[in-house]
Structure formats: structure tokens, C-alpha cells
């Protein structure tokens, strides 16, 4: 369910937030995303993006980002419009981050992570980051939310209500 504003938080997003989260911290080598904060990692999820109005995903994956308490998180694509690199990466400067992790926010890691994101051209985001001169590193994590084990059960759970509310 897509919500009518920002500020609309459901389970499931709270649960992706959660999971994505974990994981990312995890594969970057943390205990928890407090400790990832301490030493001066953010992570940055970027969404696919998309024209139609469920874009406001995107806000309410940062929403809940918030919620949770996960300050180093920024999770971009989303509304009213996606925001240019430049500006992640003065967010990301101005809240003290030395480090970062680009990760992508889809259920598949494919040519938009591969190549918008982490790739060698100049208008990557990792290009960019890298360009600024504000980090003392920046890695990316080539994974998307389909391999990730408490999204996969959320995709099942609702595949097996689905099937379940056809069968009466």
C-alpha cells in the first residue's frame, strides 16, 4: 500500500527499513547501525524511481529511517522529486559522514545499480561521491532487496494471502 503522504508508515515499509538496514550494516562489516554511525558510515539506498505517484515510497522509506532512529540512513528517489546527487551528497557532508555505502533499494541489483549507480562513469553516484572530495571512502553493495531473507518472507507471506483470498 502506497499511502497518501510522507508521513504514512505501514508494517511493511517499517519491516523493508528494518532488513535493508541490517543487511547493509551487516555486509559493511558492523554490529549495528549505531556502531556504523560512530565510526562515520552512512549508507545511502537509492530507489529506481518512478513518474507514477507511488514515488512517495521513496519519502516514506526516509520516513522511517527517521522513525527507527537511523540518522547515517538516506533513502533517495522519492517525493515530490527525486533528489539530484548533489544534494544526497550535501546531506550526507553536512551530517558529519566520512564514509559511505551506496546500495540500491530494488529487488534487483541490475543495470540501474550496475551502472547509474556504481559504475565508472562520471554521472554515477559513485563517481560523484567520489568527486566531491568530502569521503575518505566510498564503497557500494551490489545487492538488491530480493536477496535479502525477511523481504523474501514478506514476498511470500503476501503471495500466500493473495492465493489464499482466491480460494475463499
Not at 43 to 70: C, D, I, P, R
Not at 87 to 97: D, L
Amino acid at each position: 500500500e502506497v499511502g497518501a503522504d510522507a508521513t504514512v508508515i505501514n508494517e511493511d515499509k517499517e519491516a523493508v527499513a528494518k532488513a535493508v538496514t541490517a543487511e547493509a550494516v551487516a555486509t559493511a562489516g558492523y554490529d549495528s547501525v549505531e556502531a556504523a554511525a560512530k565510526d562515520g558510515t552512512a549508507f545511502v539506498f537509492m530507489g529506481h524511481g518512478t513518474s507514477h505517484t507511488a514515488k512517495v515510497s521513496y519519502s516514506q522509506m526516509q520516513t522511517a529511517m527517521q522513525t527507527l532512529g537511523y540518522d547515517n540512513v538516506f533513502t533517495v528517489e522519492g517525493e515530490p522529486e527525486s533528489p539530484s546527487c548533489e544534494n544526497v551528497i550535501e546531506a550526507v557532508k553536512a551530517a558529519g559522514y566520512t564514509k559511505v555505502v551506496l546500495r540500491p533499494l530494488m529487488v534487483v541489483a541490475g543495470d540501474h545499480a550496475n551502472n547509474d549507480m556504481a559504475g565508472a562513469d562520471e554521472d554515477s553516484w559513485l563517481s560523484q561521491f567520489e568527486a566531491s572530495g568530502a569521503f575518505d571512502s566510498v564503497d557500494c553493495q551490489i545487492a538488491g532487496l530480493g536477496g535479502v531473507a525477511d523481504v523474501e518472507q514478506l514476498y511470500i507471506a503476501h503471495t500466500k494471502a493473495a492465493i489464499d483470498s482466491l480460494n475463499g
